[in-house]
């Protein structure tokens, strides 16, 4: 599978990231430059990453090792919208796996799958510090939500389902 070149933007964007260190540790902004191509194309590609080091001009393997030691990189193609919900203790405590099931229950998948029309990836996943409004979840890696009850959750969905309608 071939991927397209980096886009100017995303060059640009990268230059950004690495200016901020010193020219010898340039791969010191790998983990910079494997958030933005995610924020680009919703995932970080094994073609990506090759790209990647060779931006940085270090080995592919060194940024699949960055790629695959942290969650929050995603490995794989993921729905428009991305529902991570934490299943931690204290989230667990306050009815995090329920709010999880109740997710997959009413999309149609299993926790880390995809739904058919490829609009929600949902995904349990670790604290994301917010202990005392739990349940807590992330939307797409960049909004938190507090309090997620059935009833919120639902809302949430209907609204995002109504967004992506009016988007196209």
């Keep these: ?94 009815h995090g796996q329920g709010a999880l099931e109740h997710l997959c229950h009413k999309l149609g998948v299993e926790a880390g799958g995809t739904t058919a029309d490829g609009l929600f990836t949902v995904a349990q996943c670790e604290c994301l510090g917010a202990c005392a409004d739990a349940p807590v979840m992330l939307v797409n890696d960049r909004q938190m939500l507090s309090y997620m009850s059935p009833e919120r959750l639902d809302e949430l969905v209907e609204t995002l389902q109504a967004d992506a309608r009016k988007a196209g």
Excluded: D
Aim: hydrophobic content about 40%; glycine content about 4%; aromatic content about 8%.
């Design 1 to 94: 599978m071939s991927q397209s070149p980096l886009s100017a933007a995303t060059l640009e964007r990268f230059a950004h990231e690495v200016a901020k260190y010193p020219k010898e540790q340039a791969q010191s902004a790998v983990m910079a430059c494997l958030a933005i191509v995610q924020q680009e194309l919703g995932w970080v590609s094994p073609e990506s990453e090759a790209q990647i080091a060779a931006y940085l001009g270090m080995p592919e393997m060194a940024v699949h090792e960055v790629t695959t030691f942290y969650n929050m990189y995603n490995q794989q193609p993921q729905g428009r919208y991305k529902l991570n919900v934490c299943t931690n203790l204290p989230c667990q405590l306050r």
